[in-house]
């Protein structure tokens, strides 16, 4: 039998841990937060690199029907909607990265995540658990908390940006707000422009603000993501309320086909973030306590990466555990393998925030530059296999 593991965090990097770890045959115990899963966040793109993992571990019948294939992902400009550059995903993507571009809602992900998780009998997810910074003790190399019986050999810190478990192994250290806020909403597709509904992803360029859609449940709703530039947020929450005409009016002025998105937007299910992020932690782990996801290195979603890095640590901690004689070991493989990936990922996010904000000229001069990348530039990115990458 492998390791008693407790998890912090039931999001999309504690699930698939979860069903990583337990598939390894160690004996899973997730403790969420939250008495019910929630869904707010709408839609998650879905690049090879992740999608390999998830179809590794037996996902694939799961998220049949519930997965769209991107075809392209587009790069317009915010005015007159011409395409700045593309890059083409769907059959081509496929071959090249050797697994698919997906677009999905998020709660469709995690239901097929969970059902897997249910019928393994390694795994027990335990809903309305918060875990504490204060309530976790270490005691000769194992770990107790609340919400556990008995010690644990692993506590994995899955608990995103406000980690409480990172807090216990490297103390507070606020997240930084980036001045940028983002809205996100779905509406139906249906009666929509046809390039709204194309199966692409699109991201509309524009002076301080970018705009991405694209379709999720098959096509029949669109998701979008709306980032502004913002000089303050209070809330540490994910997700408030949002008002549809200030939202409108944040994008008063861009292309007709946009304004045809925007009118859709009702307040129900439209939400703020604001968008918060830390410098890449030197250390990932204390004693037998480790963190994964956002809990150690939140990402911006420019790249669309957060998620798909939660995906790749869950593979690599499974690898790391299975390879080494120790946990003692496992956890500094872990963390030497992952760091530097994850920091540049990172750290690049920042960068496209910036370089998608950009107004005149300097957007002129990106605008002629992005198309000579040729496609090519996520080909480090998309193609990553955690295995190929252990020494
Ligand atoms: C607007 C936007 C768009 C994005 N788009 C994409 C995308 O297209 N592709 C992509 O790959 N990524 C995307 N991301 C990033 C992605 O959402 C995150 O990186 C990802 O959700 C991180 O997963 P996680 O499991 O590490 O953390 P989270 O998703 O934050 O999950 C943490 C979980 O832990 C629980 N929790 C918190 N505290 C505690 C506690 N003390 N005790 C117990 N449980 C606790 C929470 O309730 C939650 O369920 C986007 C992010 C944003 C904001």
Redesign the pocket.
């Known amino acids: 039998m492998g390791y008693r593991i407790a998890i ?7 699930l698939t841990a979860a069903l990583a770890l337990s598939q390894g045959g160690h004996e899973v115990i997730v ?4 008495a019910a899963h929630r869904t707010a ?1 709408a ?4 690049s090879p690199n ?1 999608s390999r993992i998830l179809l590794r571990l037996g996902l694939g019948p799961a998220l049949e029907g519930k997965v769209t294939a991107t075809e392209r992902s587009r790069f317009r400009h915010f005015r007159t909607g011409r395409t700045i550059t593309e890059a083409r995903l769907g059959a081509e993507a496929e071959g090249r990265y050797g697994a698919p571009y997906w677009q999905i809602h998020r709660a469709d992900l995690h239901e097929a995540l969970q059902t897997a998780l249910a019928n393994h009998p390694n795994v027990e997810l335990r809903l309305g ?4 910074a204060s309530a976790i003790k270490e005691n000769e190399g194992r770990v107790t908390l609340s919400g556990v019986d008995g010690p644990v050999d692993l506590l994995l810190g ?7 478990v990172r807090r216990w192994c490297f103390g507070e250290a606020p997240a930084r707000f980036t001045g940028q806020v ?1 809205w ?1 909403f779905l509406v139906p597709s249906e009666g929509l422009a046809p390039g709204l509904q194309a199966r692409d992803s699109q991201v509309w360029w524009g002076p301080g603000k970018h705009f991405v859609h694209y379709p999720v449940d098959g096509g029949a709703r669109i998701n979008g ?1 709306a980032v502004v530039e913002a000089r303050a947020w209070t809330e540490e929450s994910w997700a408030l309320p949002g008002q549809a005409e200030d939202l409108r009016a944040a994008f008063q002025g861009w292309h007709p086909e946009l304004q045809q998105l925007l009118e859709r937007v009702t307040p129900e299910g439209l939400f703020q ?1 604001g ?1 918060f992020d830390r410098a890449p932690l030197p250390r990932w782990y204390r004693g037998p306590v480790v963190l ?4 150690c290195h ?2 911006l ?1 420019f790249l ?7 995906i790749e640590d869950s593979a690599a901690l499974a690898l790391a555990l299975k390879q080494a004689p120790t946990l003692a070991d496992a956890l500094p493989s872990y963390e030497s393998w992952r760091r530097p990936r994850t920091a540049r990922i990172q750290q690049l996010s920042r960068r496209y925030g910036w370089v998608y904000h950009l107004g005149a000229p300097l957007a002129t001069f990106r605008n002629l530059a992005a198309p000579l990348a040729r496609g090519t530039t996520m080909d480090w990115l998309y193609r990553y296999d955690v295995g190929d990458h252990i020494p």
Do not use: C
């Not at 912090?8 to 504690?14: D, I, N, Q, Y």
């Not at 839609?43 to 879905?46: A, D, P, R, S």
């Not at 899955?158 to 409480?164: L, P, Q, Y």
């Open positions: 912090a965090g039931g999001g999309l990097g504690g403790l969420e937060q939250a966040g839609g998650i793109q879905l992740a658990r918060p875990v504490s899955a608990d995103g940006i406000h980690s409480e983002a996100r993501v973030w968008l994964l996801g956002d809990a939140p990402t979603p669309a990466q957060g998620a798909a890095m939660a």
